[in-house]
């Protein structure tokens, strides 16, 4: 499981069962955002408001039970931020080509290729980056794999804007 505010845990079936959903330990203030039954073979990637993409193996995580709060990312990485969360997780096989689509705040857009986030010397103590943000009041607001041929962006103030995914071009996970 992991928590918007950057919890993680690997709980055994039998704890989990043992429990129902609701009954996870989180902060007052802080969500459930990922729930998966896994194999230890699989890989977790998350990414972050901050536009950086935290790896781990799922054998490398903690067996924690489903009622303990977890680890905190921070408690592992030197570089997650205090107002950093994360946004969005999901469970990979291997790192076979696949394209993220990433919108931030300040209105920049982009597609990236999974294969960029292969496991890198560091990853223990450190994430990568997958986008590059505009400055210190940007940040990203949905990343996704792409599923469709066509994205409709929505603006705060009622706009929006349609266009084939084909547009955005797939760049580096450093450029912006």
């Not at 203030?29 to 729930?35: G, K, N, P, Q, T």
């Not at 994360?86 to 920049?108: C, H, N, R, S």
């Amino acid at each position: 499981s992991v928590t918007k505010a950057g919890y993680i845990k690997r709980t055994s079936p039998r704890s989990f069962a043992a429990s129902t959903r609701e009954e996870i330990c989180k902060r007052d203030d802080d969500r459930l955002i990922f729930v998966q039954a896994v194999k230890t073979t699989q890989h977790l990637l998350m990414f972050t408001t901050l536009g950086n993409v935290i790896y781990r193996p799922i054998h490398d995580l903690a067996g924690i039970r489903w009622k303990d709060i977890g680890e905190h990312l921070s408690q592992t990485l030197t570089n997650f931020a205090t107002e950093e969360e994360v946004l969005y997780a999901e469970i990979i096989d291997d790192f076979t080509p696949e394209t993220y689509f990433a919108v931030t705040k300040m209105g920049q857009i982009k597609r990236v290729d999974r294969t960029e986030f292969q496991p890198w010397r560091s990853y223990k103590t450190k994430s990568a980056k997958y986008a590059k943000l505009k400055g210190d009041e940007d940040q990203v607001v949905a990343i996704a794999p792409i599923k469709l041929a066509a994205v409709m962006v929505i603006t705060e103030k009622g706009y929006a804007l349609h266009f084939s995914i084909e547009e955005v071009p797939v760049v580096g996970s450093t450029a912006a």
